[in-house]
């Protein structure tokens, strides 16, 4: 009786075995299509559009602004007008304009500078003017793109109300990518979110 016991137990025993092999690997299963099922429903942050676009979404780091699109003032400059053009990168430096977090719009501060900026192009016809658009690390790349050409195309507005022909000014967005500090605090986002001037020479000889 023992002896049947015994064998009864361990062909019990076996088969709990396999029914396990059998089960373990239905359980990985089902954890793993489960795993994929969960990274699929958690979506990123949605990148905000170019200008332009109907959306309105919000940048995840602005805490305050919505997104609006460029302001609906000049036309965009031929960029045919802009050849044969020779860059000078120091003429205006000292005259970087500055923005708020977020923002593009021109503050009183900044005045100065683009009067001096159109006294410049106003001294000498030949000139043109390339501004370029800034920003700060945070946010996505596609919107700091938008930003940083919306920052370009205010001061643009800006120096057209001051009389410049804006057929003398293009305009260029690099988003983040060129920070003139590399740090990670308020004090070199405060640098980085700008708009830089480059006079524009004929090209001699050509």
């Known amino acids: 009786m023992l002896d ?7 062909t019990n025993g076996r088969k709990e ?7 373990y690997p239905t359980i990985i299963g089902l ?7 969960g990274c699929n429903n958690h979506k990123p942050y949605s990148v905000t559009p170019l200008p332009n676009s109907n959306a309105t ?4 780091y602005s805490q305050t602004l919505p997104y609006d699109n460029n302001p609906p003032g000049i036309r965009t400059a031929d ?8 860059e000078d990168h120091a003429a205006l430096a000292a005259y970087t304009v500055h923005f708020a977090y977020d923002s593009a719009a021109i503050r009183k501060t900044e005045q100065s500078k683009l009067q001096a900026v159109a006294s410049a192009l106003s001294s000498d016809p030949s000139t043109k ?14 919107y700091n793109r938008s930003l940083g050409e919306r920052r370009a195309q205010a001061v643009r507005e800006a120096l057209a109300k001051l009389g410049i022909d ?16 590399p740090g990670h ?3 070199a986002w405060a640098k980085n979110r700008r708009d830089d001037f480059v006079l524009l020479h004929p090209k001699t000889g050509v």
Not at 17 to 23: A, D, E, F, G, R
Not at 129 to 142: K, P, V, W
């Open 4 to 10: 049947f016991l015994t064998k009864n137990s361990q």
């Open 17 to 23: 075995m396999k029914t396990m092999k059998l089960i």
């Open 31 to 37: 954890a793993v299509m489960l795993a994929v099922t």
């Open 57 to 60: 979404p919000r940048d995840p």
């Open 79 to 86: 960029i045919n007008n802009f050849d044969n053009m020779a």
């Open 129 to 142: 003017l390339t501004i370029e658009g800034n920003c700060d690390e945070r946010g996505t790349e596609e």
């Open 166 to 181: 804006p057929n003398r000014i293009r305009t260029i967005s690099y988003g983040k990518d060129k920070p003139v500090d």
């Open 185 to 187: 605090d308020a004090s």
